[in-house]
Nanobody
Framework: QVQLVESGGGLVQPGGSLRLSCAAS????????MGWYRQAPGKQRDMVALITSGGRTTYADSVKGRFTISSDSLKNMVYLQMNSLKPEDTAVYYCNVFDEDGAGVNWGQGTQVTVSS
């Protein structure tokens, strides 16, 4: 079993920054890709950013140039640096991890990000 614990969310003004962290506790799951997703009220959960074990990154168009994903494979940690935040970035942010076959694990509780003046 893999347990995911997200942290770092909060209330920030438009234009501000936040850094999210996610710890994946596992000793047996072979992590190939780590990623961040978000879900706004009444909307589906969408991919925000992904990073592979080789360091290749993918971003949603809406966050390109503003968000940066990084990871520490030794610690099974993934981070999301969010700059120039907008009200439309308000959502619960979740992380997940995937093996080479693309199989993920159960979602954690997420961390709330609210962008408002």
């Amino acid at each position: 079993q893999v347990q995911l614990v997200e942290s770092g969310g909060g209330l920030v003004q438009p234009g501000g920054s936040l850094r999210l962290s996610c710890a994946a506790s596992t000793s047996t799951f072979n992590i190939n890709t780590m990623g961040w997703y978000r879900q706004a009220p009444g909307k589906q959960r969408d991919m925000v950013a992904l990073i592979t074990s080789g360091g290749r990154t993918t971003y949603a168009d809406s966050v390109k140039g503003r968000f940066t994903i990084s990871s520490d494979s030794l610690k099974n940690m993934v981070y999301l640096q969010m700059n120039s935040l907008k009200p439309e970035d308000t959502a619960v942010y979740y992380c997940n991890v995937f093996d080479e076959d693309g199989a993920g694990v159960n979602w954690g509780q997420g961390t709330q990000v609210t962008v408002s003046s």
